[in-house]
């Protein structure tokens, strides 16, 4: 989930960690870019941020978000960044008694392992830093487990009326583990990592 683009999106859940390595699992202040998840089957993250023209003036987007495969636990708390969140919707949940917005979190309880949730936002995620330029923070994203976090998987795609925008870089940058793919109309981030992840997406005004 963005900061809840600068979203702060927190998942806390609790796992089954049988079947990874010590390695696979990251400690407080560690973050592990992975080139392939170690459980295909676990917790993954989608988002789709949608940046309008009257985007660039408010600095609120739109987002569409998805959690998939979460653990099985008694509570979970998505929690959003009070300064910047405007609106939650819950738009559907799957094996889970329910699912109740509270201020700026989303209280899910009696979570079945392999369940899913997708909500939708506004939120005031885009930054201008400069004259035509701005930045979007994703994050932070985690999959906590106890004192550590277990490896996830997170996309992130971004769109814009072709030509409005381009993409001066993205932390952290393509490498193993991360995918960055760009076009005229957006950009996509696909990650795999094990820790507390914040990224950034610097965009600018074409020339």
């Known amino acids: 989930m963005f900061k809840s683009l600068s979203l702060v999106t927190l998942l806390f859940c609790s796992a089954s960690v049988f079947a990874l390595e010590f390695s696979d699992i990251a400690t407080e202040g560690q973050i592990k870019y992975?080139?392939?998840r170690p459980d295909p089957n676990a917790y993954s993250y989608e988002s789709r941020v949608k940046i309008t023209a009257a985007s660039l003036e408010s600095g609120s987007v739109q987002i569409a978000t998805c959690h998939y495969q979460l653990d099985p636990i008694r509570k979970v708390v998505i929690v959003f960044n009070p300064g910047r969140i405007q609106a939650i919707?819950?738009?559907s949940i799957d094996k889970m008694a329910s699912a109740e917005v509270k201020n700026n979190q989303v209280v899910l309880t009696d979570v079945e392992r392999?369940?899913?949730?997708?909500?939708?936002?506004?939120?005031?995620a885009l930054d201008q830093v400069g004259a035509g330029q701005y930045r979007l923070n994703a994050g932070p994203l985690m999959r906590r487990y106890l004192d550590g976090y277990l490896p996830m998987a997170a996309k992130i795609r971004?769109?814009?009326p072709s030509n409005m925008l381009t993409v001066e870089k993205t932390a952290p940058s393509e490498k193993e583990g991360i995918q960055?793919?760009?076009?005229?109309?957006?950009?996509?981030?696909?990650?795999?990592?094990?820790?507390k992840m914040t990224a950034q997406i610097d965009l600018k005004k074409p020339d």
Not at 114 to 124: E, M, V
Not at 180 to 195: E, P, R, T, W
């Open 180 to 195: 960055v793919v760009q076009g005229n109309d957006g950009v996509q981030l696909d990650m795999i990592f094990a820790g």
């Open 34 to 36: 992975l080139k392939e």
């Open 158 to 160: 971004v769109d814009w």
């Open 89 to 91: 919707a819950v738009k």
């Open 114 to 124: 392999g369940a899913s949730i997708c909500i939708d936002l506004q939120s005031k």
